[in-house]
């Protein structure tokens, strides 16, 4: 490429590093696609350009260079940033690429020093690492998924409330797929306003007169028209109390992916109070979004107050995120440290705002789960359906069972009602 | 009806407002001001029956201006917003050209899409010169529509045209007044806010509904109105799930004397309280001892303040 490209008068890249920066650029193009940008051989190709064309004297405008090439969305800046100082982390670059020109990152020692990396950028590394020396046995290992009963999700990490960011790609990957596949069953719902359609129930005089003129007017042409389907508002309150705690990982990046996919979502969490998180999940970088979530609520694994927080709900947002026919997701274990205080009486306001209520409870993994708490007799006599979310798994289970039979059936519902009764 | 100039300033704002027995305060007089004198529209936001309505009601009134008004409903579209073609008329006039064989066909369009068939609705009688001076655009309960009619109005709003594909762009030559108002059981896009002036009409005070109350209700006695006052904003401080708005402290007002009563008692509060509150779980919690708490508290404060 430096015959067609007229060479920066600093460098002639094959000739000045023997070849290996454009190779570096190709593994660092790598990493970032295993972070989870969307890095092509053609961007990698256009940042060997760019270099060239920029000249690496400097390292700002080497940073700025690549980063006009990888980076197209402002939540990628972060990603870039970190995984930019880690693999180009020699302060003395230039000299040692124009000498040496060695990869000058090691994955292991990344992961160990930079505890504050994120953990998609630092696994990306050690992947990217281990792929070159060979020794990959120990680095797939550790990626594998553990999606055991306690969903901690990798053997390695013990599961902390704090620690959001460091979900894995693998594990966004998978969460993103359940989660897809989960969107399309909750039925879409006819508006008010009409689309175009051949057989539709309704004459479309508008498009009938434009089509019979267009034909000089001796023919007039029916054209149709029918209700346009959209899905309906979706309102999610999940529960971030200390019982909810080995879940609350998962369950955001659930919400983040949710919202991220349709319009109309709003997201809520309680505790011990009522925190709309919708506007932080709207950033689609789900660890930038997770960060500002954690940053915004304050009750993280406290206690819940579940019916002082619904009340919260159905008096300050009820009327403002419910309306048009919307459908309620309450993720919750249904235990209360109120006692289930007033909490009947706020499901049942909450019950007749919307238009389903779902109740998700982690608790149904256990196969003896029966729901005798107050809280969740309470919760009981006001849902439309009862379902188990406590891993990747029974949320693509949901999603099956949603998109068969499009809802739960009577009897199973009845059976939990009986057993709360 | 006779144009009047738009106010001058504030002060002057506010003297119209009250002209049209509207009690406003300072912020929202100031706030309609700069919007007629900018010519944005004012996006009122508050809780049903604060007055929101009324404002653009006593403009109209107080300007001598035309007043269109727009309800809005989910699925409100162009046709019932803007404009629609008059169908049966074209039909017919499609027969007499066919009758007439002599007409070239390529008329046919341009006269059947002409503004003889066209059948105004209030965006665009709001665009139109009649000469009467610009009319007053009030958008009622925009939260009401869904987002595709808010991204339409996008445009009437910052450049107050709208386009008929079949006729062209309709332009207003003096943008009319527009009144947006909303109850927030949605929210409204940030695109929409921002080329309006934003007020957030509130629960009034006691004085000012005192006030309110004297405009609106002027037979109901002194006494009766401090009661009914000091009840209402009591009831505001509760934790209700829907407090009472103005219009429901003027119609207590009306239906108390309406029953010939000259003063509140227990009894009397029971029996109306659904004038006042208008849930079930709101009205099962006030009535009864409740009740008679809220009143002799009134009527102790009332006596002190003698």
């Known amino acids: ?104 990152f090691k994955g292991d020692e990344v992961t160990q020093q930079e505890s504050t990396l994120s953990r998609r950028v630092a696994e990306a590394m050690a992947q990217e690492q281990s792929k070159e020396g060979e020794g990959s046995e120990s680095a797939e290992q550790e990626e594998e998924l553990e999606l055991d009963a306690t969903l901690t999700f990798s053997g390695r990490e013990v599961l902390n409330n704090k620690d959001f960011e460091k979900m894995t790609t693998q594990e966004l990957a998978e969460a993103r797929d359940s989660i897809k596949r989960l969107l399309l069953p909750l039925g879409k719902v006819k508006t008010r306003r009409f689309e175009r359609h051949s057989t539709g129930p309704k004459l479309d005089m508008h498009a009938t007169m434009r089509a019979s003129v267009r034909r000089g007017g001796d023919m007039i042409l029916m054209r149709r028209k029918r209700p346009r389907q959209i899905p309906p508002p979706l309102v999610i309150l999940c529960d971030i109390s200390g019982s909810m705690d080995r879940y609350a990982r998962m369950l955001l990046h659930f919400m983040h992916a949710l919202t991220n996919d349709r319009d109309r979502v709003h997201t809520f969490l309680f505790g011990t109070r009522l925190t709309n998180i919708t506007r932080y999940l709207r950033y689609k970088d789900p660890d930038d979004a997770i960060d500002r979530v954690t940053e915004a609520v304050e009750d993280w694994s406290g206690g819940t107050r579940i019916g002082q927080t619904l009340h919260d709900f159905n008096k300050n947002w009820s009327r403002r995120v419910l309306g048009q026919g919307a459908v309620v997701l309450l993720i919750t274990d249904g235990l209360d440290r109120d006692g289930a205080a007033g909490l009947s009486d706020e499901m049942a306001r909450l019950h007749r705002s919307c238009r389903r209520l779902i109740w998700l409870n982690p ?59 | 009806m006779s144009i009047s100039a738009l106010p001058a300033s504030v ?197 000012r509904e005192l006030e309110i109350l004297g405009v609106k209700a002027p037979q109901v006695g002194e006494n009766l109105s401090r009661q009914i006052v000091a009840f209402v904003q009591k009831l505001r401080n509760m934790d209700l799930f829907k407090q009472p708005g103005v219009a429901e402290t003027i119609d207590w007002a009306h239906a108390l004397t309406q029953l010939n009563h000259l003063a509140l008692d227990p009894q009397t509060v029971n029996d109306t309280l659904g004038t006042l509150l208008k849930y079930q779980d709101d009205i099962a919690r006030i009535q009864g001892s409740e009740a008679s708490r809220l009143l002799e508290e009134v009527k102790s404060e009332l006596n002190g303040a003698n």
Request: proline share 5%.
């Open chain 1, 1 to 104: 490429m430096p015959d067609k490209n007229a060479p920066a008068p600093n460098l002639i890249l094959g000739e000045a590093d023997g070849g290996r920066l454009a190779d570096n650029i190709m593994h660092f193009g790598r990493v970032l696609r295993r972070a989870g940008l969307p890095v092509g051989p053609g961007k990698i190709l256009d940042a060997i350009n760019a270099v060239t064309t920029v000249g690496v004297t400097s390292r700002e405008d080497f940073y700025w260079a690549l980063h006009a090439v990888f980076v197209n969305r402002r939540d990628q800046r972060e990603v870039f940033d970190q995984a930019f100082h880690v693999f180009w982390r020699n302060p003395n670059l230039l000299e040692k690429m124009l000498s040496v020109l060695l990869p000058s």
């Open chain 1, 363 to 421: 608790l149904l993994r256990y196969d003896q789960y029966s729901p005798k708490s107050l809280g969740a007799r309470a919760m009981m006599r006001h849902v439309d359906e009862f379902r188990p979310i406590h891993n990747l798994e029974s949320l693509s289970q949901l999603a099956d069972a949603l998109k068969h039979d499009h809802g739960m059936s009577r009897q199973d519902m009845a059976r939990w009602k009986e057993m709360a009764a």
């Open chain 2, 11 to 207: 002060d002057d704002t506010l003297d119209m407002l009250s002209g049209g027995q509207y009690v406003a305060d300072r912020s929202l007089s100031t706030a309609l001001y700069l919007s007629l004198s900018l010519n944005r529209p004012l996006f009122l936001e508050g809780e049903a029956g604060v007055g929101k309505t009324e404002i653009a009601k006593v403009l109209s009134k107080q300007l001598g201006r035309r007043l269109l008004r727009l309800q809005c409903y989910e699925g409100l579209d162009v046709s019932s917003a803007v404009y629609e073609w008059n169908y049966a008329r074209q039909m017919v006039e499609i027969r007499l050209a066919e009758a007439q064989h002599d007409r070239p066909r390529e008329s046919l369009e341009s006269n059947l899409f002409s503004e003889r068939f066209l059948v105004k609705r209030p965006i665009l009688q709001a665009l139109e010169d009649t000469g009467e001076g610009p009319a007053i655009l009030l958008i009622d309960e925009l939260d009401r529509t869904d987002e595709p009619f808010e991204a339409f109005l996008l445009e009437v709003l910052s450049d107050f045209q709208v386009t008929i594909p079949e006729l062209g762009t309709v332009r207003a030559k003096e943008p009319p007044i527009v009144i947006i108002t909303s109850n927030r059981t949605r929210e409204i896009h940030d695109a929409i806010k921002r080329r309006c002036f934003y007020y957030w009409v509130d629960y009034p005070d006691a004085e």
